[in-house]
């Protein structure tokens, strides 16, 4: 993996993406939200996702697994 680039076979979790400096390292929670388009297949675990995101995501083919609180 190239530094701050997130290939479409990586599991986008909230680990990853503190990694790459896109959300706060101290945030407690990962929602994905609907907003902009998705063109390629992802797998996402994450908190908590919005219905429209989990719609496009779903169109698209990816995954999304959400943890257990």
Known sequence: M???????SDTIDAK???KLK?????????????AGEIKVKINIEADLI????????????????LKKK
């Not at 190239?2 to 479409?8: D, G, L, Q, V």
């Open 2 to 8: 190239k530094k701050n680039t997130i290939s479409s």
């Open 16 to 18: 990853l993406l503190k």
């Open 22 to 34: 896109i959300i706060n390292k101290n945030s407690k929670l990962l929602k994905i939200l609907g």
């Open 50 to 65: 919005s219905k429209s995101a989990k719609e496009k995501l779903e169109k698209i083919g990816g995954s999304i697994l």
